[in-house]
């Protein structure tokens, strides 16, 4: 969370990375979340295309479920973070320096 990850997509993928694939509602009860929580946050990793999806029918009656699972490796979302970490920070950075440059004008 504190690399600027939100709370909920945090504990999800931190929840995802320990299986090799799980249900919404295993993620809900390994996670600590609630189930808009959980929607919320797999909006997220999808946008962020993270995961995979993929429905199972449900043995019983009912509509099928669907099984998540990481699409890319914890190194290649570390990289991803480090990357726009650098970005914001250059950026930040270069506002900073434009701002002494007023100053000193």
Do not use: H
């Given at each position: ?20 694939e ?25 946008r962020?295309?993270?995961i ?54």
């Amino acid at each position: 969370m504190k690399i600027g990850l939100k709370r909920n997509v945090a504990k999800v993928l931190t929840y995802l990375a320990c299986v090799d694939e799980a249900t919404s509602r295993e993620i809900e009860m390994g996670s600590d979340l609630r189930q808009p929580e959980v929607s919320i946050a797999m909006r997220e990793l999808r946008r962020l295309d993270w995961i995979a999806e993929r429905d199972e029918k449900n043995p019983g009656k009912g509509r099928p479920y669907r099984i998540y699972k990481l699409k890319k490796g914890l190194y290649d979302i570390i990289d991803y973070l480090e990357t726009n970490k650098r970005t914001e920070t250059d950026q930040v950075m270069t506002k900073i320096q434009r701002l002494k440059e007023l100053k000193s004008s």
